[in-house]
């Protein structure tokens, strides 16, 4: 199967930890990026390869792959990050893309 | 600093040909991979289809059948065409440029998206 499936929700209290799933065949031969995304925004790269953030993303926000589960953490979090979460990857075929079904991060 | 905009009619009529366009600027868009994402509203994001600029495309195999990539490098844009709509197609739709290689691949930057309604 060339489905993601990611947890549809997870809350965390503000300054906790919390980590996002994202299951899939296709990620043990892909590595999943990360997208966060707000409402009434364009979605934002947090997190792609082994373990990459772009320039301007904070240190917070981590990856980490393990067989066919690939993971976002977020280590201290911030109102701010409150946010849709997808991950995406090539699918089996390797010539097309999947996002995961998406994962709602409330902080409390 | 690669920025992206996304343009093209807000309402499209049932069966008819939904027309974006996407113009780069601050890059090339002869040098690259670029797709186009859409996300239906209260639903997840779903990835159209991309294309280099030499004419090489792919496809998601659920909407190939109604979906065409084109770029022009005169204009440095690159567009979308998708026929026979229906308000199932009704979204925010996103281009992007697409990084990477086999193991690994990113979508960054984003347009702000555009929000097109498939009604009568």
């Known amino acids: 199967s060339s489905e993601l499936t990611q947890d549809p929700g997870v809350s965390v209290a503000l300054g906790q930890t919390v980590r996002i799933s994202c299951q899939g065949d296709?990620?043990?031969?892909?590595?999943a990026s990360w997208y966060q995304h707000k409402p009434g925004q364009a979605p934002l790269l947090v997190i792609y390869?082994?373990?990459n953030r772009p320039s301007g993303i904070p240190d917070r926000f981590s990856g980490s792959t393990s067989g066919n589960t690939a993971s976002l953490t977020i280590t201290g979090a911030q109102a701010e990050d409150e946010a849709d979460y997808y991950c995406?990857?090539?699918?089996?075929?390797?010539?097309?893309?999947?996002f995961g079904t998406g994962t709602k991060v409330i902080v409390l | 600093q690669v920025q992206l905009q996304e343009s093209g009619p807000g309402l499209v009529k049932p069966s008819e040909t939904l027309s974006l366009t996407c113009t780069v600027s601050?890059?090339?868009?002869?040098?690259?991979?670029w797709s186009w994402i859409r996300q239906p509203p209260g639903k997840g994001l779903e990835w159209i289809g991309n294309?280099?600029?030499?004419?090489?495309?792919n496809y998601n195999p659920s909407l190939k059948s109604r979906v065409t990539l084109s770029v022009d490098t005169s204009k440095n844009v690159f567009s979308l065409r998708l026929n026979s709509v229906t308000a199932a197609d009704t979204a925010v739709y996103y281009c992007?440029?697409?990084?990477?290689?086999?193991?690994?691949?990113?979508?960054?930057?984003w347009g702000q998206g555009t929000l097109v309604t498939v009604s009568s």
């Open positions: 992007t440029r697409d990084n990477g290689g086999s193991l690994q691949n990113w979508f960054d930057p």
């Open positions: 601050g890059g090339d868009v002869s040098t690259d991979y």
């Open positions: 294309m280099y600029f030499r004419g090489r495309t």
């Open positions: 296709n990620l043990r031969s892909n590595y």
């Open positions: 390869g082994k373990n």
């Open positions: 995406n990857s090539r699918d089996i075929s390797g010539y097309h893309y999947v």
